[in-house]
């Protein structure tokens, strides 16, 4: 079974200062990873995914994330935050044995303060 | 490429009733997913499902049901609703990996029906 790991619920950081958001994951089998983002009454939009190649992957709105097998992590980091970055951040992981069903860590909310 | 549609985006429904849900994916998507999203226990997958056939499912109990149609799109059951099962449920949909291969792991989510119950 999978298993994923957001050990902060909450990241509070000032306008233009960086960030990182962690996550470890656990799997007994190789899986792809993700990150998602979810602003408030919305669903979720992809920012980023580990698929293979290169372990440093860049997403949208700037961010970018690091794959690290022996760590079992997939940090997410932006170097300057914005207000409009204030949101919920969460990690997944999926099976690569074409089961798509993605298994979620409990979240992470940044709030970006001016 | 329009997103994934997802209606009602509300719906207020009573215990006991019941209620579907409906899902139209991205344009050429055959794979579409379902999951819950509660305060309490986060986002959990419910069930997907590929060229009409339900191809995975999660733990949840026999009255959450989906159903998949020729077009792609799909609709999501729930029979005798309880308190519990309020909650904003989720479509995602992605593409074939017999022709996208890796990039088919990629879900691309609706708005989400919130389904309060009351």
């Known amino acids: 079974a999978q298993s994923v790991t957001q050990l902060d619920s909450q990241v509070p950081v000032f306008e233009e200062a960086p960030v990182e958001l962690r996550c470890n994951y656990s799997s007994s089998v190789s899986v792809y990873l993700f990150w998602y983002v979810q602003y408030p009454n919305q669903g979720l939009q992809l920012l980023l995914k580990?698929?293979?190649?290169?372990?440093l992957v860049k997403g949208i709105n700037g961010f970018e994330a690091e794959f690290n097998k022996s760590q079992t992590s997939f940090h997410l980091r932006k170097p300057s935050v914005h207000i409009s970055d204030t949101a919920e951040y969460f990690c997944a992981v999926t099976r690569m044995d074409s089961s798509y069903k993605l298994i979620f860590g409990s979240g992470t909310r940044l709030l970006v303060r001016p | 490429k329009a997103g994934v549609t997802q209606t009602p985006r509300y719906l207020i429904k009573t215990r006991g009733q019941q209620v579907t849900l409906s899902c139209s994916p991205i344009?050429?998507?055959?794979?579409v997913s379902w999951y819950q999203q509660t305060p309490g226990q986060g986002l959990q997958f419910l069930f997907e499902y590929f060229s009409e056939t339900q191809r995975n499912k999660g733990n949840f109990p026999g009255r959450f049901s989906g159903r998949q149609f020729s077009n792609s799109r799909s609709e999501m059951n729930v029979s005798t609703l309880e308190l519990g099962d309020s909650a904003l449920y989720l479509c995602a949909s992605s593409s074939d990996a017999g022709t996208s291969g890796r990039s088919a792991y990629e879900q691309y989510f609706g708005p989400g029906t919130r389904l309060t119950v009351t």
């Open positions: 580990y698929l293979s190649g290169s372990t």
């Open positions: 344009s050429g998507h055959r794979s």
